[in-house]
């Protein structure tokens, strides 16, 4: 059972534009949310993360919305840069007892010059 | 120094080696983990220690065997792997077990021939 859904696996965006990548969970016991951003032949790096008890966090040009009543997060890159093309990956914790990260299967984001 | 760092980047092994793979990292981070990560999948957690003490044991089958030396390094010991066990091992850190913001590792891409 998936409880962290990525349903794109791919966007493909304009240098400049926006892009929006979501997120959808399962787990109503979830209260801390990550991003990653993974390039070939790398490890996934620490990108932005947002607490539960908030719905908006910004850094930069990266921003992460959270709707809990709909168990879903989004991520909002402006602008888009061709250095942005990476794949994204969504990630939860319940905290308490049990700081398991879990994951989706990631975005592939190209961000075309 | 916000780097962990993972020897060797590639491994190609048969199936009666025994191998190691090496994971540092200098952040003071207090918490360890290695993850496996399949292509076009999120990385899943193997193990993760606390304190040079494992905590987490995912069901991981005997042929992996970690350890952790000292609070800078982890290692993954490899015996009598399986073909199927070919992927991207990814360490990562974090200043607790319980701080959910991991960094992480950029891998060991492993073949079992």
């Known amino acids: 059972d998936q409880q962290v859904k990525q349903n794109s696996p791919s966007l493909s965006v304009q240098e400049g534009r926006i892009s929006i990548l979501n997120c959808d969970y399962t787990?109503?016991?979830?209260?801390?949310f990550l991003w990653y951003k993974k390039y070939p032949a790398e490890g996934p790096t620490f990108l932005i993360s947002?607490?539960?008890?908030?719905d908006k966090n910004e850094d930069g040009r990266f921003t992460v919305f959270l709707n809990k009543s709909a168990k879903h997060l989004s991520l909002h890159i402006v602008p888009s840069q061709p250095g942005d093309s990476a794949v994204y990956f969504c990630?939860?914790?319940?905290?308490?007892?049990?700081?398991?990260?879990?994951f989706g299967k990631g975005t592939l984001l190209t961000v075309n010059p | 120094d916000t780097e962990v760092t993972q020897t060797p980047k590639h491994l190609v092994m048969g199936m009666t080696n025994k191998k190691s793979l090496k994971c540092e990292q200098h952040?003071?981070?207090?918490?360890m983990y290695w993850y496996k990560q399949k292509a076009k999948k999120p990385p899943e957690l193997m193990f993760v220690y606390s304190y040079e003490k494992l905590s987490i044991n995912e069901s991981v089958p005997s042929r992996f065997s970690p350890e952790c030396p000292n609070s800078s390094l982890l290692n993954l010991h490899l015996h009598a792997l399986q073909p199927e066990d070919s992927a991207l091992y990814l360490c990562?850190?974090?200043?607790?077990?319980?701080?959910?913001?991991?960094?992480f590792g950029p891998g060991t891409r492993l073949t079992v021939t």
């Open positions: 990630a939860a914790s319940s905290g308490g007892s049990n700081y398991k990260l879990t």
């Open positions: 787990n109503s016991m979830f209260d801390y």
């Open positions: 990562a850190s974090s200043q607790e077990y319980g701080s959910y913001e991991q960094y």
């Open positions: 947002i607490s539960s008890i908030k």
């Open positions: 952040m003071g981070h207090r918490a």
